[in-house]
């Protein structure tokens, strides 16, 4: 049936051709058209399932016409710049009453954000900004063998930073390039490295990636990764380089092994080979209510065994509680936390980590989009209850007090200005993805639709000797005797006019009919003209109009003989 539309076509559709209205219209001009347009396209009016959903789509183009129209500040948005304008986000928060020119200044403006936000989703840009406090001074002065040597004033400072940026470049189709770096410091000692990888999308079923590195901690890198689909429920991962340094080639192979065990649990094996070899297998399981790992390792540096749970609430999907342990060689840690969407694009976290001999440790992250902010604090080098306790109580708090005194407030007045905006705009927003070319095959499914309701009109006016469309047509139509040679290039629009019908009167305002409902273009470009013959109180009738101009039929004047 009807095929994808891009946005240029979406962008031919006239909403005041649409509803048959005057550029002019009021309210209750709109209201009307709107209403009996969505008569005629109602989806439950049609029993099979594809005129069902052609005429859905219709409907909601509809109804995106009548939304933006009655809207005063959207339409008067769409009368200056067409859908392209209307297509502009930001303007649910803009202040209403506007006048045309800052109409147009705020324009300009939302399309200069707009092109930002797509250069970044172009280059889809990823970073990591982590920072390590140590804050080991606030609790270890209350120790017993404690000497105060800093005068009474704890000492809290920044002993390790990381950051790590990477974006990505398409080159073709199945060629994208990707450019990171990053850079760390810890207690005043710190390197950085940059590598380039070249992806390439081989088939449907895998790609192959190259990278190239080089940094002042490690020396120049030289690796390749394969990802391949082997089965619709198994994959492999395979990744091999060499690390050049002072001490020589050093080689490097891992290999990643995933196989999804039922519908929410994902099955991996690891094994690592080189300078730190290891194998590790996990479980993975998640569900709309938990997310569930299990994890074992053994080898080069760590040997241990980690199982963690996450819950998220079904009332309130915007907070997840999470645990976990971890046990091995090194030690035990256990760990627990929450995490919070605070926003559309921004989710708040904080864990607390407590272990043997890692002492307790504070972990704040901040995740906004494509962005990760992570704030390791230190707090003890030992389990200490009172260290215990801040980290837990101290950061709920805090996240309160906010909440409340800033976050709450201002959201608040942030809904208080747009709610009206919003209540008006969201239905062509939602929408703006719903439309139709004004080309052939929709006009002809149009008309498709019309035909149950001319049915049910013609019943009508035949039974009150109304007005019956018996043929029009429209086009570009061939009078002139020295251009005979030329063919006439018409489309017939008997169904249309015939569903715009309405208590024995046809009234067409003044505004090209290509736009209106079953019409379309058939010479674009050149003039055109709607030829109507038609029957009222059992009389035959022509007329011609222009394009543009108005039309209300019937008119005596118009009369012709039957035999005609």
């Not at 001009?29 to 005629?40: F, H, S, V």
């Not at 994959?235 to 340094?245: K, N, P, R, Y």
């Not at 490097?252 to 929410?264: M, P, S, W």
Request: aromatic share 8%; charged share 25%; net charge neutral.
């Amino acid at each position: 049936m009807a095929s994808a539309l891009d946005d240029d076509e979406i962008l031919n559709d006239d909403f005041y051709s649409l509803l048959n209205v005057r550029r002019e219209a009021t309210q209750d001009e709109l209201k009307a058209a709107y209403r009996r347009l969505c008569m005629l396209y109602h989806p439950d009016k049609h029993r099979d399932p594809e005129l069902k959903r052609q005429a859905e789509q219709l409907f909601n183009l509809v109804h995106e016409a009548y939304e933006v129209l009655r809207d005063p500040q959207a339409r008067a948005i769409y009368d200056i710049y067409g859908k392209r304008g209307l297509d502009v986000e930001g303007w649910e928060v803009v202040e209403r009453k506007r006048t045309p020119a800052e109409i147009r200044e705020e324009y300009e403006r939302l399309q200069k954000e707009r092109e930002e936000r797509r250069l970044q989703q172009r280059t889809n840009p990823k970073g990591t900004i982590s920072v390590g406090i140590d804050a080991t001074d606030l609790f270890d002065q209350y120790e017993e063998d404690y000497e105060d040597v800093g005068g009474g004033v704890p000492h809290v400072e920044i002993n390790k930073m990381h950051i790590s940026q990477s974006i990505e470049a398409p080159l073709t189709t199945k060629d994208t390039a990707i450019l990171s770096g990053s850079l760390s410091t810890h207690n005043g000692n710190g390197g950085g490295s940059i590598n380039l990888a070249l992806r390439r999308v081989t088939s449907a079923k895998g790609w192959g990636e190259v990278e190239l590195g080089a940094g002042d901690t490690q020396g120049p890198l030289l690796g390749l990764k394969i990802f391949r689909n082997l089965t619709p429920r198994f994959f492999v991962t395979a990744q091999c380089g060499l690390q050049f340094s002072s001490r020589g080639v050093r080689p490097g192979v891992t290999t990643v092994l995933a196989r999804h065990l039922d519908k929410n649990t994902m099955g991996y094996l690891q094994w690592r080979w080189g300078i730190q070899s290891s194998m590790n297998t996990s479980i993975v399981r998640d569900t709309k209510s938990s997310h569930f790992t299990f994890a074992m390792q053994l080898g080069i540096p760590h040997t241990f065994m980690m199982m963690s749970y996450q819950y998220k609430f079904q009332d309130d999907d915007q907070t997840k509680i999470k645990g976990s342990v971890k046990s091995g060689f090194f030690g035990t840690v256990v760990e627990y936390g929450a995490e919070r969407k605070i926003s559309r694009h921004s989710v708040l976290g904080a864990t607390v980590s407590v272990g043997v001999p890692q002492g307790v440790s504070l972990k704040i992250k901040l995740n906004r989009a494509s962005q990760t902010y992570f704030f390791p604090i230190h707090l003890t080098d030992q389990i200490l209850p009172s260290a215990v306790f801040y980290a837990t109580v101290g950061p709920l708090v805090f996240y309160l007090a906010i909440q409340q005194l800033i976050i709450r407030p201002y959201m608040q007045s942030l809904s208080e200005i747009h709610y009206y905006n919003l209540y008006h705009v969201k239905s062509h927003c939602l929408c703006l993805s719903l439309s139709l070319p004004p080309c052939a095959f929709v006009s002809s499914l149009k008309v498709l639709l019309m035909q149950e309701s001319v049915r049910r009109i013609i019943e009508t006016e035949e039974s009150r000797m109304g007005l019956i469309i018996l043929n029009a047509w429209y086009g570009k139509f061939v009078t002139d005797n020295s251009r005979k040679h030329e063919r006439a290039k018409v489309i017939d629009v008997t169904v249309p006019l015939q569903c715009l019908v309405k208590d024995s009167k046809l009234i067409l305002t003044e505004a090209t009919k290509s736009g209106l409902p079953g019409f379309y273009d058939p010479c674009v470009g050149e003039e055109k003209s709607l030829k109507v013959l038609y029957q009222f109180r059992g009389v035959m009738h022509q007329v011609l109009s222009g394009d543009s101009e108005p039309l209300r039929i019937p008119k005596q004047s118009h009369r012709i003989d039957a035999d005609t």
